[in-house]
């Protein structure tokens, strides 16, 4: 890998901020776009416009097959089993509620539990309290450990007879573990439990196997892979997406309408109703293929390089706190410098050109047992090199000067 080159591709990077370089490291807030992706909305919008799945013009033929090999795309490097396995949406937010909804609607009633982790995003969590407020159901919450991990163990103590469900994360967005999401799958499914992995954070940085994970719905978020905002993409099996009900109602989702009643479309016409982000899954196709021309698997072993160089480095400062110590830790590296307020830490940090997130990172059940109302955050892409975790150094150590620490 040239991650010199591979830079190039981002025109992001040819801007200064601040008169600086800009050093990127807010990836797990949404990753910077390759100028084939940028460039693929363009054309599509000045050549090749038109709705899908409506017309029998050219340029709807045109716009519905390039619509369709972006499914047939994300299936291949998903290894899902069957194309309409894939759904598209406007999020993996809305991946999740569409099936807290339908499997709420259909499965949970009072007393029935859903078995989340502390280390959720609040995107798999807030769909969940809705049916605990709506239909009376339970909340558990797997405990992390010392390291800010979730175990196999941590698991299987919460499932009770009531369990439902289980909806947990792949990689931490503060404490970057990884959890192991295929031990947890087979767990569950040994009792009969479905399970949804939120994949957000796993997506842009492991190779995925919805066949060895065998997981029942995988939620993906397109713009932290590389690829447009407004789009996100939901995996589930089709005996569940054939037995699940619709999550909205609109054109495109039927079959038949009449005063009497109504017929649902084939699959996966029955969960994309309206007019779908037809710019975005197109150019999507564009982020798969960049990410195989580099190799998921270059991706995975630089960017696990740079994260425990970064680790090395911030471990030496003094006065830096990593948070969490996870065994197998992902993109992310969450830190507080004592005696500095993290939105403090990513302003000076800025006027270095260097962009981090502050804040909870919408964890704060995670900060609250943490003890923490907000960490500084940096995470990492495939853009990413040493160079840029030498500024952070650099940068954190001007801090410490700024507020006269030693």
């Not at 962009?355 to 047992?369: D, Y």
Request: net charge neutral; glycine share 6%.
């Amino acid at each position: 890998m040239n991650i010199n080159n591979i830079k190039k591709e981002f025109p992001i990077f040819d801007n200064k901020v601040h008169n600086n370089d800009l050093v990127y490291l807010d990836s797990a807030n949404s990753s910077q776009k390759p100028k084939v992706v940028i460039d693929r909305i363009y054309d599509f919008y000045t050549k090749e416009f038109s709705n899908v799945g409506r017309s029998v013009h050219y340029l709807a033929v045109t716009a519905t097959n390039l619509y369709e090999n972006t499914r047939s795309s994300v299936k291949k490097y998903l290894n899902a089993k069957y194309e309409n396995e894939i759904v598209f949406t406007k999020g993996a937010t809305e991946a999740i509620n569409l099936v807290a909804n339908t499997f709420g609607q259909k499965y949970l009633n009072e007393g029935d539990e859903v078995l989340l982790t502390e280390l959720e995003h609040h995107s798999n969590y807030v769909p969940w309290h809705f049916l605990k407020n709506s239909k009376k159901i339970k909340i558990n919450f797997s405990e992390i450990n010392e390291n800010g991990e979730i175990t196999l163990e941590s698991i299987e103590k919460k499932i009770s007879k009531n369990t439902k469900l289980i909806a947990v994360t792949h990689i931490s967005n503060v404490t970057g573990a990884i959890l192991p999401i295929k031990e947890i799958t087979a767990l569950a499914h040994s009792k009969d439990i479905p399970v949804l992995i939120d994949g957000c954070q796993g997506a842009p940085h492991l190779k995925l196997d919805m066949q060895d994970i065998d997981c029942d719905f995988y939620a993906i978020s397109c713009h932290k892979m590389y690829g447009p905002t407004g789009l996100g993409i939901l995996y589930a099996k089709k005996k569940w997406l054939d037995d699940l009900p619709p999550y909205q109602g609109g054109g495109g989702m039927i079959q038949e309408v009449n005063k009497d009643g109504v017929t649902y479309g084939d699959l996966p016409n029955k969960y994309e109703a309206g007019t779908m982000a037809t710019a975005q899954v197109i150019a999507f196709n564009e982020s798969i293929k960049f990410i195989e021309k580099i190799g998921i698997k270059n991706i995975e072993r630089h960017e696990s390089e740079l994260i425990q160089y970064g680790e090395e480095i911030l471990r030496k400062n003094n006065s830096v706190k990593l948070i969490g110590n996870p065994q197998n830790r992902g993109s992310v590296l969450s830190f507080n410098i004592d005696g500095i307020h993290p939105h403090d830490i990513a302003t000076i940090l800025d006027e270095e050109g260097i962009a981090i997130r502050a804040g909870h990172h919408c964890c704060q059940i995670l900060h609250e047992k943490l003890n923490l109302t907000a960490s500084a955050r940096a995470s990492i892409g495939v853009y990413n090199t040493k160079d840029d975790i030498d500024k952070l150094k650099e940068s954190i150590n001007k801090c410490k000067k700024i507020f006269e620490l030693k």
